[in-house]
T-cell receptor
Framework: SQQGEEDPQALSIQEGENATMNCSYKTSINNLQWYRQNSGRGLVHLILIRSNEREKHSGRLRVTLDTSKKSSSLLITASRAADTASYFCATPMDSNYQLIWGAGTKLIIKP | KAGVTQTPRYLIKTRGQQVTLSCSPISGHRSVSWYQQTPGQGLQFLFEYFSETQRNKGNFPGRFSGRQFSNSRSEMNVSTLELGDSALYLC???????????FGPGTRLTVT
């Protein structure tokens, strides 16, 4: 089963623009993680935000978390062609041994 | 450090056959998780192993099984393959107590 929804399902923007994608989840969490996947390959961990954090930055990435709305957003600034990928949010189940995934946002950066 | 490796990368099997996939975690990582990814169902958790013990299992039939060896390498097995088992199977490893998972490139299984 999937923890939540991500929107949009697909996003196409021009290189240099900012890209924002959102993730909603259903149950309480102690952290939320974002991963990137390039065309059907393995996933790469991007950033983790804990439930007591509201915002976190890593390079061109900015993640926010609103636990009252059970939602998170990932902002990629100054997008590049290499950012073309699918982006997934994931939250650990109670045991922390299992990640529950969103459906993903497919991001296309047009040159 | 070498990343997570999975073998084989691609596999074509026939319905009814069985298959074994292998995963070698990053050195020092003792937790190994397996996921199935399909266009229809997305990413779904299969099971997780730590120190040769299965700690958690997803909602998959008993045809899906796994194990972990003393060197933390893990295998998963799917018996009596069905067309619906066609998927990308991803393995991830993590350090004890860590939240981030490190993924291998996956094994693309096609069942005909």
């Amino acid at each position: 089963s999937q923890q939540g929804e991500e929107d949009p399902q697909a996003l196409s923007i021009q290189e240099g623009e900012n890209a924002t994608m959102n993730c909603s989840y259903k149950t309480s969490i102690n952290n939320l993680q974002w991963y990137r996947q390039n065309s059907g390959r393995g996933l790469v961990h991007l950033i983790l935000i804990r439930s007591n954090e509201r915002e976190k930055h890593s390079g061109r990435l900015r993640v926010t978390l609103d636990t009252s709305k059970k939602s998170s957003s990932l902002l990629i600034t100054a997008s590049r062609a290499a950012d073309t990928a699918s982006y997934f949010c994931a939250t650990p189940m109670d045991s922390n041994y299992q990640l529950i995934w969103g459906a993903g946002t497919k991001l296309i950066i047009k040159p | 450090k070498a990343g997570v490796t999975q073998t084989p990368r691609y596999l074509i099997k026939t319905r009814g056959q069985q298959v074994t996939l292998s995963c070698s975690p990053i050195s020092g990582h003792r937790s190994v998780s397996w996921y199935q990814q399909t266009p229809g169902q997305g990413l779904q958790f299969l099971f997780e192993y730590f120190s040769e013990t299965q700690r958690n299992k997803g909602n998959f039939p008993g045809r899906f099984s796994g194990r972990q060896f003393s060197n933390s390498r893990s295998e998963m097995n799917v018996s009596t393959l069905e067309l619906g088992d066609s998927a990308l199977y991803l393995c991830a490893s993590s350090l004890p107590g860590a939240d981030e998972q490190y993924f291998g490139p996956g094994t693309r299984l096609t069942v005909t």
